[in-house]
């Protein structure tokens, strides 16, 4: 099999390599990112409701990151309720597998006031 055009070129089969290649890679970056937004934009929703303790809101954030399948503990939730703010914040690590050749860790937080 020759790869090569009638000019000796290889050019075409490079760039279709180089973007399958792009495609990849950016897809396994916008899995984590995805995760880390849409969890950041619900735990602002639920920091707006009005709830007096703050078990009920780790518990919606929990539930959410569970189900976003974000690796997050119940205790590494926090709450903090003052007058009439609310605080949650959380943070974790993810692992990006890169074809199982190179492992990016990005660490994530996310930090809500209403």
């Not at 396994?28 to 007096?52: G, H, N, V």
């Not at 199982?100 to 996310?110: A, E, L, N, S, T």
Request: hydrophobic fraction near 40%; charge should be neutral.
């Amino acid at each position: 099999m020759n790869i090569r055009n009638e000019r000796g070129n290889i050019k075409p089969v490079l760039c279709i390599i180089l973007l399958i290649v792009s495609v990849y890679i950016g897809y396994q970056f916008t899995i984590p990112y995805y995760r880390y937004f849409t969890l950041k934009s619900e735990a602002r929703a639920i920091a707006r409701l009005s709830y007096s303790k703050p078990d009920r809101y780790r518990d919606l954030v929990y539930a959410e990151a569970r189900s976003l399948e974000i690796p997050v503990k119940p205790s590494d939730i926090y709450v903090d309720i003052t007058d009439r703010r609310v605080r949650i914040s959380t943070s974790w690590s993810e692992v990006v597998d890169l074809a199982g050749y190179y492992q990016v860790p990005i660490d994530f937080k996310v930090e809500v006031e209403e």
